[in-house]
C-alpha cells in the first residue's frame, strides 16, 4: 500500500512539481488550497503524512496545525510546517501546536524525499506499536470474557441467556484478624 501524503499549500510555485515528484516515487498525494479543505481531506483521507506549506490565505499555518491536531484520528498523524526561512520562535510555536518538525524550503526535491522517507518509516512503525497494543488489549478482554462465569466449562456460548454464576474469590494470604476491643467494651 503506497503511503498517503496530504500537501496543503495555497500557491508555490513547485507545488505540481513535488506533486508529480511524489507520485513518481509511490505515493499517494492529495492537494488542499485552503484550511477548510485541508481539514476535510485529512478526515477523509487519514493520510500519513501532512506537509503544510506557510502561506495560506485563510488561516496561519499553526493554527491549521492545531485543529488538525485537535481530532483524535489524526492526533499520530505527523504534521510538517515548510517555511521560507523559519527561526527558533516558528519552532517554537510549531512545537507547541503539535507540529513534528518545522522544515526550511528544501533546497532539492531529493532532499525533501529523504526527510519524507524518514517520517514515514516513523509513521509505519507507530502504527505497528498502536496496533500491537490494541491487540493486546482485545486479547486481555477476550480471555477475562472466557473466565466470565467461572467455573464454566461451556464459556460464554453456554450462558447465553442463562443467569451467570459468579463466584467470590478468597484473598490470598491468612484471614484478617479482628482485634476484640473493637467490638467489646472491657
Known amino acids: 500500500m503506497n503511503p498517503a501524503i496530504l500537501l496543503v499549500d495555497f500557491d508555490s510555485p513547485n507545488r505540481d512539481e513535488l506533486q508529480a515528484f ?37 488561516i496561519g499555518s499553526f493554527e491549521l496545525c492545531r485543529r488538525l491536531k485537535k481530532d483524535l484520528l489524526n492526533q499520530l498523524t505527523p504534521v510538517v510546517l515548510v517555511k521560507p526561512s523559519p527561526d527558533q520562535w516558528d519552532i517554537h510555536r510549531g512545537r507547541e501546536a503539535g507540529a513534528m518538525d518545522i522544515w526550511p524550503t528544501p533546497p532539492s526535491l531529493w532532499d525533501l524525499l529523504e526527510r519524507i522517507q524518514t517520517l514515514l518509516r516513523l509513521k509505519k512503525y507507530m ?26 466449562s461451556r ?14 474469590r478468597r484473598p490470598e494470604g491468612p484471614p484478617p484478624r479482628v482485634l476484640a476491643s473493637r467490638y467489646w467494651e472491657d
Open 22 to 58: 511524489l507520485q513518481s516515487q509511490q505515493c499517494d498525494v492529495e492537494e488542499a488550497a485552503d484550511g477548510e479543505s485541508a481539514v476535510r481531506c485529512c478526515l477523509q483521507m487519514q493520510p500519513d503524512l501532512v506537509l503544510l506549506y506557510d502561506g495560506l490565505p485563510d
Open 127 to 152: 502504527d505497528e506499536q498502536a496496533k500491537s497494543v490494541v491487540f493486546s488489549v482485545a486479547l486481555s478482554v477476550d480471555s477475562k470474557h472466557a473466565e466470565w462465569p467461572l467455573g464454566s
Open 155 to 168: 464459556g460464554i456460548r453456554g450462558t447465553i441467556g442463562r443467569k451467570p454464576r459468579l463466584r467470590r
